[in-house]
Every structure is written in C-alpha cells, then in structure tokens.
C-alpha cells in the first residue's frame, strides 16, 4: 500500500471518529433540554416520615431536596426518539463515507470481517440494545436530574463538581462508543457495495471461503485424474482423493441440518467438474485418435499437439511409431531404389567383360587371325574373364555377408603384419600409381581377435580403392594406432574426381565414387570391407570432405 493509500485510510478514520464525536455532542447538547422537560412536572416536597406514600410517582432526593416526578414517561419517549435519530443519522453518515472509494474503508483489515461474524455480531448488538436500551434511558434520566451526581456523592464521597463532571463523561463515553460501533459495522457490512457481490461473497464471507476451497480442493483433486500415469502405481493418488473426498462429506456433515444445503451444492461441483474433466479427456483421447488416423491413411508427418493429460505417454510411443513407419517406408523406398540401381550396375559391369569375351570369341573364328592377334586375343580372353570371374567372385562374397552366412575363423592375427603382407602384395600397383603412400605403422605387434583372411581382404580393398580413385601425384596417409579400449585403423587420400555421394551411401554395393564408371571396379570393394568389419564385432566410418575421402576402422581390443 502506498502513502497516498494510507493517508487517505486515515482520512477516513478520522471523518468516521469525527461523526461519531458530533453525533454525540448533539446529543450532549440537548440534555439541558430534556433535563427542563424532566423537571417540568416535577413537584419539589419536603418528605417526612411516613408522607412517602401521600404523592404519586417517581421520587428522587437530590442533593438536600426532595422531588416527585409524574410524568418520567415523556423524558423516556425522548430519550428513545433521540437515539434511533442519533443512530439512523450516524448510520446513514458512514453509509456515505464508506461509499466513498477514495477512502478505501472496506479494504482496511478493521473493516474486512466476514459477513457472519458481523451478523452474529449485529444480533447480540440488539439483543442488547432490546435488554439494556432502558438502563440507557436510565441513565440519561439519572443525570439529566442530577440524581447521578448525588448518588456519587454520597457513595464515593466525592466532590458536587468532579461527581457532576464523572456523570457528563460516562454519558460521553456510552454515546461515541454506541455511536462508533454503528459506524464500524455499517462501514463493515457496505463492501458488498464496494467490491461486488461477487468479490463480496468470495472474500467477505466465510460461506464464500469454504466454497472457494471446497471447489479448489475437489478441482484439484479431481485434476489428480488427468495426471495420473497408468504406467506407474496409481495407489497413492487414488488413496488421496479418496482423502479429500472423505474430508468434504465429513465436513459438510457437521452442519447438521443445513449440510443438506452443502451436499446439494457439493453434487452440483462435482457435476460440473467431472464433466469439465470428461470433456477434456474427450477431447484429448480425439486428437490421439484423429492422429492415428491419419497415420492409418499415410500420413507419417502429422505431429501431436497440445496437453495430453493422462495420454501424455502415447504421444511419445506414438512418435516413435511414426518415426518407426517412416523410417521402415525410407528404407522401403531406398531398398527398392538401391534394387533398381544393383540391377542397372550389375547388368553393365557383367554386360562389359562378357561383350568384350563374345567379340574376342568372335574374332578368333575368324580363319584370317594371325597367330600374332589370336595371342593378343587370347590375353585379352583370359583378362575379361579374370575380370568376370571377380566380379562375380566379390557378388557371391557380398551375398554371403549380408546373409550373415559367413564362417570367421577368429584368431589373434597381428594387424601390423598383416597390413605389411598387403602392401608387398600390392607393391607393384601401389608403385605405378602415382601415390606416394605414407604408412605410419607401429613397432610392436597389435594382436587382435580377427579373421586373419577377411582381415587381409579388408585392407586389401581398401589399399586398392585407394589405387583406383586417388589423384595421382598426392599423398594416401594409413595409420594403425592403439587407443585405450580400441585400435583404430585409418586411410586416408586425395580423391581423384569430385565426390558427390555422402559417407554412407558410398559403400552400398555397385556404387562407386567415380561415377561415370570408366575405372576398373565392381563397385562391392568398400560394401565388401564394411560387412566383414562388422562382422568381426567392429566398424568402419566413411568421411568425406571435399575432395578428401577418409575410413577409420575401430576394432575392439577385446571381442565382446
């Protein structure tokens, strides 16, 4: 709250103390006159013993006199008609003042009961006023005729003056605190008017607070339903609404006769949550089942949007269904792609030796051969042969593999031998190649648990791929390195023509990175490595960049 809030509270106050003070003094002020209309029919006598009963009425001693008073009832109407004008005045006064919203009366905490503690409140106020109303009457009687003052003289001993004085401030303090206490509770009972029935009944009332929490607890309970997660235990959650629901009637059964009114409210809450809850799971069972559909109908690209509540866990496995569809029609769509690629490649890498056999066939039938070119036709022969014979070799080699209908052989083969064996096996390509081949191998031995043959066939193709496809006039990089948990083997060189296939697709079978296909190859070499890899219990990692064509063969150093 800021000052000018605060400032204006206290200005508030103060008008209220204000009203409350001048009503009293109004009041105050005509006691003089009631007090001549006390006296007015009043007959001063001199009482002797026994004469008490020769006058009719009230009689008083005050002071050394002695009075009869006839007509007390006309002092009492006035005293009656003065105070319902005093309080409905005072009434009417805070009822203005409080409306004014620049005070802010009804949002200070003095003010700020709940609406049934200021009616009981109210109702002993009345209940008061209606037994004690006549003792105000008498004491507005006592001290208008000064009997007051006489009795506190003579009972307390106390002076005529300071006797008179205590009467006027007990009149004073009975007044301002009747007139204050109608000031507060008309300024209290308002803010309906200020803040609104609504606000009012939500804030100002005790009914309204236990509603309030009521409905949030069965909100929040029932709200337990759509976060409950059916691949957990649900016990607890369930014991706990059954809690709170058990908390509720308990508590809506202690009010007696009117915890029917509460039950009826109750079941009316709960009506509408539940069906709030069910409208929600509804609708949130449709958007799973609407995406179903549409995956049903081929759609794998639909995305499941919005709070799923209790559905939220198949919005994941269903994710990974459709990621799973797509990835299976991918795949589907790949295979059939790579099947029409196989038969396209295989039909002219076969197709080429074998016209080349037919037309050399041809040729050496031909009865004007010279010895000379029926030799030379005879080597070409016996090359395209070989040439076929391979090709169909590294097809049955590739089947296999993939099959997984290969026997390995594991023994602990020494990959530093073995790379040296390959290179003195390929001494006489890797030295027409152009290649300056740089081989970082270690001193020791690197024993491995490996099919020394696959192995071997392995680093085979590899160093050939790299015979094939490598830009003369560079340099190829083949290194065997030992890491913690592993060997890693890499190749490394310069690609002789732009590569425009990425890493995986490289070593599918009968793709080549020379893609008009005027090199020597079955397009299996890299497929080839990569199966028997593993099969070994390794893998083999293809990277290009640019033009610079890498594999990395990581083998365990341990077989798992």
């Known amino acids: 709250m800021d000052i000018k809030s605060k400032n204006n509270h206290r200005l508030g106050m103060l008008i209220l103390f204000l009203t409350a003070a001048a009503g009293t003094a109004c009041i105050m002020a005509l006691y003089p006159w009631l007090r001549q209309q006390a006296f007015g029919g009043a007959v001063n006598i001199t009482m002797k013993a026994g004469d008490a009963g020769a006058w009719s009425g009230y009689s008083a001693e005050i002071g050394d006199q002695y009075y009869v008073f006839t007509d007390t009832w006309r002092v009492e109407w006035l005293v009656f008609w003065i105070a319902g004008a005093a309080f409905s005045l005072t009434a009417v006064l805070a009822f203005v003042i409080g409306l004014n919203r620049s005070f802010g009366l009804t949002k200070h905490r003095l003010f700020s009961m709940p609406f049934e503690f200021l009616a009981v409140i109210a109702g002993f106020a009345v209940m008061i006023l209606n037994e004690c109303f006549g003792d105000l009457q008498s004491l507005v009687w006592h001290t208008v005729t000064g009997e007051l003052r006489s009795e506190l003289t003579q009972e307390l001993y106390m002076g005529y003056g300071p006797a008179g004085a205590f009467a006027v401030m007990l009149n004073v303090m009975v007044w301002f605190v009747s007139l204050l206490f109608i000031c507060w509770l008309v300024v209290s009972a308002q803010s309906v008017f200020t803040l609104g029935i609504k606000r009012w009944f939500k804030e100002r009332t005790v009914t309204g607070r236990l509603l309030l929490w009521g409905g949030r607890t069965v909100r929040n309970t029932c709200g337990l339903i759509e976060t409950i997660d059916f691949r957990e235990d649900s016990t607890k959650k369930l014991l706990k609404i059954v809690g709170v629901n058990f908390l509720l009637l308990s508590a809506i059964s202690c009010l007696w006769f009117f915890g029917i009114f509460g039950l009826v409210v109750y079941s009316v809450v709960l009506f509408f949550l539940l069906r709030r809850i069910y409208a929600s799971l509804q609708e949130k069972y449709q958007i799973i089942l609407d995406a179903a559909g549409k995956m049903a109908q081929g759609d794998l690209d639909v995305e499941i949007e919005g709070e799923l509540g209790i559905f939220e866990p198949l919005r994941g496995e269903m994710t990974k269904i459709r990621n799973g569809f797509k990835k299976a029609v991918d795949e589907e769509v790949r295979s059939r792609s790579m099947k029409t690629e196989l038969i396209t490649n295989v039909s002219h890498d076969l197709k080429t030796p074998l016209t080349a056999i037919i037309t050399y066939v041809n040729l050496l039938k031909k009865e004007d051969t010279t010895e000379e070119e029926r030799r030379d036709y005879i080597r070409i022969l016996d090359q395209k042969s070989m040439r076929l014979k391979s090709l169909i070799e590294d097809l ?44 970082h191998l270690p001193d020791e031995r690197v024993v491995l648990l490996l099919d020394s043959e696959k192995t071997y066939r392995i680093f085979e193709n590899l160093l050939v791929n790299i015979v094939k496809y490598a830009m003369p006039k560079t340099r190829a990089y083949v290194e065997i390195r030992e890491e913690r948990d592993t060997t890693l083997i890499s190749f490394k060189n310069i690609s002789a023509v732009e590569i425009t296939l990425s890493g995986e697709d490289i070593t599918e079978r009968f793709v080549r990175g020379d893609a008009s296909r005027n090199t020597e190859g079955s397009g299996l070499g890299l497929a080839i490595a990569r199966s028997f890899t593993e099969l070994m219990g390794g893998a083999m990692d293809v990277s290009i960049e640019a033009d610079l064509f890498k594999v990395r063969l990581v083998f365990p150093r341990k077989r798992p």
């Open 396 to 439: 049955f080699e590739i089947s296999r593999a993939n099959s997984n209908n290969v026997t390995l052989n594991l023994v602990e083969a020494d990959v530093v031998s073995l790379m040296k064996q390959v290179r003195l096996e390929l001494d006489d390509k890797i030295s027409g190649s152009e290649i300056d081949f740089r081989f």
